[in-house]
């Protein structure tokens, strides 16, 4: 069964350290949505592509957090410089509502970011 | 603004009970989802629900919606341990976007 894939696992850096996530969806899925899940909480939105273009990225902190999806298939998180408050879980999601009609979005395991 | 509310946060039971959750949302969509999470563990989709009225059932675990009434149930039948896990409930945005906003989640205990 295809899976969306993510890379770390889990990342330890410390503050004021770049750090980088890596997410390859499912094949054939042009959506990608990158969340970040606060311990305790529910995940909440940081970016949406569709293909390589951004949907929406109003609540990505842009002084510090950029993504790309170059090639509109894998697409990768940044966060330069790390602060204490970015400690959290990262998931990636993606989905193919436009063209399958399918709207489920599929997760993947998601990036433990400990920030010290 | 949507804003998407769960209750209960918490919520322990004794297997063999039945108990629902409920998840309200503050403006009007067509979609709504349910999600499953273990501990340090990803989301696992449970149920699509994409129109007024409908009902899904997988196992023990059924969810409802109401789009009228802005309110989804998940309801559990005869828990068992191994439903213990935090169920979150989603909701479509709307207008094309495909975006999700979540509740807090529901932490449920099952004890036996």
């Known amino acids: 069964e295809a899976e969306v894939a993510q890379s770390p696992r889990y990342k330890i850096t410390e503050k004021s350290q770049a750090v980088a996530f890596w997410c390859d969806p499912i094949s054939g899925h042009a959506t990608l949505y990158w969340y970040r899940q606060i311990l305790g909480q529910g995940p909440e939105l940081l970016v949406q592509?569709?293909?390589?273009?951004?949907?929406?990225d109003s609540q990505l902190p842009k002084d510090r957090f950029s993504a790309e999806r170059l090639k509109g298939v894998d697409s990768t998180l940044k966060i330069q410089p790390a602060e204490l408050g970015d400690s959290a879980m990262y998931l990636c999601?993606?989905?193919?509502?436009?063209?399958?009609?399918?709207?489920?979005?599929?997760f993947g395991p998601g990036t433990r970011l400990t920030v010290t | 603004e949507l804003k998407v509310e769960q209750n209960p946060l918490f919520l322990s039971m004794q297997e063999g009970k039945n108990y629902t959750i409920y998840c309200n949302y503050s403006?009007?969509?067509?979609?709504l989802y349910w999600y499953r999470q273990d501990p340090g563990k990803s989301l696992e989709s449970l149920f699509v629900l994409l129109s007024n009225g409908a009902v899904k059932q997988e196992g023990r675990l059924m969810a409802s919606l109401d789009t009228k009434a802005r309110l989804s149930t998940l309801h559990i039948t005869a828990a068992v341990h191994d439903l213990s896990a935090t169920y979150f409930c989603?909701?479509?945005?709307?207008?094309?976007?495909?975006?999700?906003?979540f509740g807090k989640g529901t932490k449920l205990s099952v004890i036996p």
């Open positions: 989603a909701v479509d945005r709307g207008a094309g976007s495909y975006q999700l906003t």
């Open positions: 999601a993606s989905s193919s509502p436009f063209t399958s009609g399918s709207y489920e979005q599929y």
């Open positions: 592509f569709q293909d390589e273009s951004v949907v929406d």
């Open positions: 403006t009007t969509s067509d979609r």
